[in-house]
């Protein structure tokens, strides 16, 4: 009983920050009508969090104003939640089958972003990447299958913002970026390139000893996000892996896309 007036009383200092912030600056009242709480639990909680420096009452005003915000991180958004919660079910799913994991990798600027994996659940000797780790969006293969799937208007977007960052002729990157998106169509998934090791430093530094494929996650003209099959070089060929197991990556992005849209 104990913990779930805990589990309450968290539920209920965060719809009060939620309010508080929404607004700005409030009043007692104010507050009790946007939370529905009641005046003597409103107090209460606003005591604590003022003990806490969440928040604070102004002398001059009367007026109850947030001293912390709630900001929701670049790795996990209410909308990267959401895909988290309609994908991974998918992705587990596939790893009982095929055994080699997965990941789930979003667009964050000109880059990707690490949101989800399987690879902890495999029980393989996988290199365990960061959750939140970016990835970059031209020699990964969840970054490549983003570049051939993505709009055109927006690739062209993308294409301008990394000639930007990278110093190089905007001409040059969006060529790069066509040879990719045709060559992905071409086969049908996409895999790294051949210089790409699992990070930004050159592979001569860095090398997870892992090879890719990954396929987009498309709904309504765009690519929500991006997953793969990642396994061991010296365990497997990408050729093998393409024939085995390339259908049904391409049936769980399909899975991910429509649990999607059925819930969102």
């Not at 003022?50 to 002398?59: F, K, L, T």
């Not at 972003?113 to 780790?133: F, H, M, P």
Request: net charge positive; hydrophobic share 45%.
């Amino acid at each position: 009983m104990a913990a779930d007036e805990s589990v309450r009383s968290v539920s209920r200092a965060l719809t009060l920050m939620r309010a508080l912030q929404a607004r700005g600056k409030a009043t007692l009242a104010e507050l009790q009508r946007e939370t529905a709480l009641p005046k003597p639990t409103l107090l209460r909680l606003l005591h604590t969090l003022e003990q806490e420096r969440a928040v604070w009452r102004a002398e001059g005003d009367g007026l109850w104003r947030p001293a912390l915000q709630l900001v929701p991180t670049r790795i996990l958004s209410p909308a990267h939640q959401r895909l988290i919660e309609v994908a991974m079910p998918v992705l587990e799913a596939l790893r009982a089958r095929i055994v080699w994991p997965s990941d789930l990798a979003v667009r964050d600027g000109s880059g990707m972003r690490l949101l989800e994996t399987t690879r902890r659940n495999s029980g393989l000797a996988v290199n365990r990447d960061e959750i939140g780790l970016a990835i970059g969006m031209l020699r990964s293969a969840v970054g490549r299958a983003y570049v051939a799937y993505c709009p055109a208007p927006e690739r062209g977007r993308l294409a301008r913002r990394l000639a930007r960052e990278s110093k190089c002729a905007p001409e040059a990157v969006a060529a790069e970026m066509e040879a990719i998106r045709l060559a992905v169509h071409r086969r049908g998934y996409a895999t790294r390139h051949p210089r790409f090791g699992g990070h930004d430093e050159a592979i001569e530094r860095f090398d997870d000893q892992l090879a890719a494929i990954a396929v987009p996650v498309l709904h309504g003209g765009e690519v929500l996000a991006s997953i793969n099959i990642v396994w061991l070089k010296r365990f497997d060929a990408q050729g093998r892996i393409v024939a085995r197991h390339l259908a049904q990556l391409k049936a769980g992005a399909a899975s991910i896309a429509a649990a999607w849209a059925a819930a969102y």
